[in-house]
């Protein structure tokens, strides 16, 4: 049972695990910030407004060390939520696990470290797919080696659902993942042929439970007895043991409301019902979303009622005293069969590509994604699904859990940003620099070697990442010097040729008219840019809000995610556009888009309206109104061609149209 936690510092979070383990958590699972889980140090450029915010910020064996200050990490499961610098963050875990005194064969935890899904879902991602894939079979390889009861990747299929996977989608591009990662361990030479029962027995997954109850629970189903036959079949593990699907489990964040969000809880309470009454599909892991995310950041109070739901499900009711209840059901068995046939499906046509690595590289499955997601918003927007509270069943008494929206969600002080920044140029200062720059240089050439053979088999580099947590080295130096070897990457973004709504009713229609009416009043085609700032990946919205724009008659300038406030501007003034669309999901709103209306100012940009899109609370949504914003959409706002509308009657308004 665990919480997804961290915020602010290694300080600050480790208290808070702290109460969370007094509360009856049973694990831990660390949430890190997004500087950290992109490779950079908290005094860089692109960490501007991103530290502390959505996880902790870990630069260092320092703070490694403070984050897991008196608890035993032997004893311990740890669940780290880390992907393109896995190998980093699971090197410093071992360091400070071996200052505690612990033997590290007896390690147990989880690095997610699963990178295919960034390129689709999350963003997170640093390398490109080939060293990226590299770093996950050195992680496999060491752990199977040095630390048995780790499980060194965590397939997630979580953020596929969240980016609009369908329940065949989502089975299908897991066990894609999962092919490309034992290939390429198997293929390494790392681990010989006799030890891949061993890999296959630490894979773990990470799953989404929506709140379709039986096709949730089905698709567990499904995706175990896909496991079964394709570890048994393709990898020849004969031990049924090793073959067990173990998994866990968050429950859909993208289905909570701002709207009405005490609905919040009864829907977190069904999607948690889906992963664990099905005995032989059972999660071994479970943790719950607070009820006020699509607020804000939950506070200790929101986390600790999601860890009594499940407490209550485990201690007062009877649903895990018996054997599984579906077993003989007509019903589940032809929805399971119908699952695996469709997943077998797609699986084939991912690997007629080449696998999942060229499935990115095309972009095809981004696409694929990109398209379920919006036709998921288009049958939302119909009302072909209903949304509780948001497209039905709107009217609602005053709510008193948001009666304060101020005091309804977390806020980080905002002086942990600096905090961070000046302590890690402290740490810097003070360590022994010529063991850090040594160390470096053995990480770089390492990489080299890897890149000169182009197998991985060549060096394994751990070895020479354990060296640069020993001797000081921060996340940023580590990450940096892998960036000069393996070079960055800009995964597709998926939008191009995928259309959001297949029948055009009157709104859009009345929309599209308006968009090429003011287009001829202004001499051309309307151009919006959609831009993400900093270092949020979550760019499902961004996306939808490109795919959109473009039905409806805008030229769209849509460059993916991480763009500086400087860059974004550029494009602006380089596309000529006619407005300027910001997504932030990460709460770094406050810091970013006023940067991004200076430069534009700057620019003689004036006259070109700023559009704001994300979890924004309240009081902010006001300040930015303040600050020169032209309009904010948070997630109640969830009718597209309403946003299209209210976009193009800004655009007439700056331009002084009638």
């Not at 007895?225 to 968050?250: H, I, M, N, P």
Request: with cysteine; proline share 4%; hydrophobic share 45%.
């Amino acid at each position: 049972m665990r919480t997804y936690a961290g915020h602010s510092s290694a300080k600050e979070s480790n208290a808070l695990y702290r109460r969370n383990l007094a509360k009856g958590q049973t694990g831990l699972s660390v949430a890190f910030d997004l500087p950290t889980q992109t490779g950079y140090d908290p005094d860089h450029e692109l960490a501007r407004g991103e530290v502390g915010k959505v996880g902790v910020p870990i630069s260092h064996i320092g703070d490694m060390r403070q984050l897991f200050d008196g608890i035993p990490l032997e004893g311990m499961n740890t669940s780290m939520t880390i992907n393109a610098v896995a190998l980093w963050m699971l090197a410093l875990y071992q360091v400070a696990a071996e200052e505690q005194g612990a033997d590290i064969a007896k390690l147990n935890g989880t690095t997610q470290n699963d990178i295919i899904k960034e390129y689709l879902s999350r963003g997170t991602y640093v390398f490109p797919p080939g060293p990226s894939l590299k770093l996950i079979t050195d992680t496999v390889a060491y752990t199977v080696s040095n630390i048995p009861k780790w499980n060194p990747i965590n397939i997630c299929s979580y953020h596929l659902q969240e980016a609009g996977a369908t329940p065949v989608q989502e089975i299908a591009y897991a066990m894609c993942t999962a092919i490309a990662v034992l290939d390429a361990v198997r293929d390494s030479g790392q681990v010989p042929a006799e030890r891949m029962g061993e890999v296959v027995q630490r894979i773990s997954f990470f799953v989404n439970a929506g709140v379709r109850f039986v096709e949730e629970m089905c698709k567990m189903r499904a995706f175990v007895e896909l496991w079964d036959e394709l570890t048994r079949e393709r990898y020849g593990v004969t031990d049924a043991k090793a073959r067990r699907f173990r998994y866990g489990v968050q429950v859909n964040s993208l289905g909570l409301t701002e709207a009405q969000p005490e609905n919040n809880v009864q829907r977190i309470v069904l999607e948690m019902l889906a992963v664990t009454l099905s005995k032989d599909a059972r999660a071994r892991a479970v943790q719950l979303p607070a009820w006020n995310e699509a607020l804000g950041l939950p506070r200790p109070w929101d986390q600790q009622w999601s860890l009594r739901i499940q407490q209550v499900l485990a201690y007062e009711s009877d649903l895990l005293e018996y054997d599984d209840i579906f077993t003989g059901s007509v019903v589940v068995e032809r929805k399971v069969a119908d699952l695996i046939a469709g997943a077998k499906e797609e699986i084939d046509r991912v690997q007629a590509m080449g696998g999942a690595v060229a499935a990115i590289e095309s972009g095809y499955m981004k696409s694929q994604l990109v398209a379920s997601h919006a036709a998921r918003r288009a049958r939302i927007e119909g009302g072909d699904e209903i949304v509780v509270g948001v497209n039905k069943f709107e009217t609602t008494e005053p709510n008193p859990l948001t009666a304060d929206l101020d005091a309804a969600i977390f806020v980080p002080d905002a002086a942990v940003e600096t905090a961070a920044a000046a302590a890690v140029q402290a740490w810097r200062a003070d360590r022994d620099q010529a063991a850090a720059d040594a160390a470096l240089d053995r990480l770089r050439v390492d990489a080299r070697a890897w890149k000169a053979t182009g197998t991985n088999a060549a060096v394994n580099l751990m070895p020479a990442t354990l060296d640069c947590v020993r001797a000081g080295v921060t996340t940023g130096e580590w990450a940096h010097a892998l960036r000069d070897e393996f070079g960055e990457y800009r995964a597709p973004t998926g939008v191009s040729g995928v259309v959001g709504v297949q029948e055009g009713g009157a709104e859009l229609t009345a929309v599209r008219e308006s968009v090429r009416a003011t287009g001829e009043e202004l001499g051309g085609r309307l151009r919006l840019l959609v831009g993400k700032p900093g270092l949020d990946g979550h760019s499902n919205g961004a996306e939808q809000i490109a795919v959109r724009a473009r039905d409806v008659g805008f030229e769209v300038v849509y460059q993916g995610i991480r763009l500086t406030p400087a860059q974004i501007v550029a494009a602006a003034v380089e596309e000529d556009v006619h407005c300027v669309g910001l997504s932030i999901l990460s709460g770094s709103h406050l810091e970013l888009i006023p940067d991004v209306l200076a430069r534009m100012r700057e620019a003689g940009l004036d006259d070109v309206p700023v559009v704001v899109g994300g979890i924004i609370p309240a009081a902010d949504e006001q300040a930015l109104l303040a600050q020169g914003v032209a309009a904010v959409f948070t997630p109640k706002d969830f009718g597209i061609t309403e946003i299209m509308g209210r976009i193009v009657a800004e655009i007439r308004k700056a331009n002084e149209l009638a």
